[in-house]
């Protein structure tokens, strides 16, 4: 029933639910259990072995939401190895009288640096497990109750939480009805994750590298307990069309770290540009824990398919289109000559697929072909038409005599071609 916490020392911490109120902590460089020291007030029920969420603060605090009614806020020492010291939080608001704690219920660490957590009646009974669902926010200092939404009335343990790109936390309870929690205020500047370099020039197709600066944020965010694991350290790539505005999101992957509050260190994720992405400039920024960096500018190139059937074309715009439009989807990939069937469909209609490939090639030669013909005979027709006389080019000599002027067939010809 433990909730365990990352922190930025790499280690990972734990207020122990069967040995309560004792706490420990994973240290990663060691591969070992140390003690974190006794938690001074009593998080877990007895009686169920429950205990709340949990969320890391950009002040590199940890703040554990309790099943009592209690929290407790936990500070990290200078040496990750080290126990670190705990302080009692600020009790849970009571709702009528009942105390408030959280038996399995859902947090999340705020854009603003608070944290939005739920929880509600307790009354010490192990199969107990009491509505509605009452909401909270932490400010460091003190907890004061927020606004339920309408689909609060269920119990907390049903709650989920997810923390969006935008910054707005979306809140769910077992039904279809899903609300958005929107925080005030905004974010500290120096929580921002930042781009240090970034391509300028990207194709479709293609995956490239990211490197900047707490690219995944300063906290997991998202907390609940042992049932759930909706944690937010990692980078988020978003796009933005620099013209119509349309916002586009990108893949990322082979992060080079999972460490939260990274500091100065610079550390770098890798991003996929999909077809579906148009062409053109766009403001790139990274998102992590739903605080975004300032953005830099990248442009979208085409990919050019070269084949020996278009010879002519200046531009490849129509042919690359029809190219990403049957390589952007799960039934095929590009390959370093176009794009490939795969499975679960491609085996098995791959030489239809090749034979309609060769088809649409053979068929834009012809209408090539075809438009030539069409070219050398309007050109031959001109030939028979009679040379027209450019009455303005008529000029007068200096005898007095007015002589015409006109272009010679030949160079008229030309000009209409």
Known sequence: EETWTLLADETVL?????????SEKYVMAANSWVSAGTIPVDLVEASSIEIGPACLLPDGRAFYVGATGKTAIYTPPPVANAAGSWTAGPDIPKVAGQTIGAKDAPACLLTNGKVLFSGGPVDGVSGDYLAPTYFYEFDGASIYRVLDPANSATVPYAGRMMLTPSGQVLFASGSQAIYCYTPDGYPDDAWRPAITSVPTFVRHGHSFTLHGRQINGLSQAVSYGDDVSSATNYP?????NAYSGKVYFCRTFDHSTMGVNTGTTIHSTNFYIPFAVPLGSYEITVIANGISSYCRYLHIWDIIWKHPYIKVFEQYEIWNQLIGSLADGPLWVLGPNGPIPVDPWGPKYANEAENARK?????????QKIGAKINEERF????LIAPSVDESASITKSNGKKKSSKLSGKNNLKQEA
């Open 14 to 22: 734990t207020a122990q639910c069967v040995n309560h109120p004792n």
């Open 236 to 240: 988020i790539v978003r796009l933005r």
């Open 359 to 367: 088809m649409a090639l053979i068929g834009l030669h012809e209408l």
């Open 380 to 383: 031959e027709q001109s030939k």
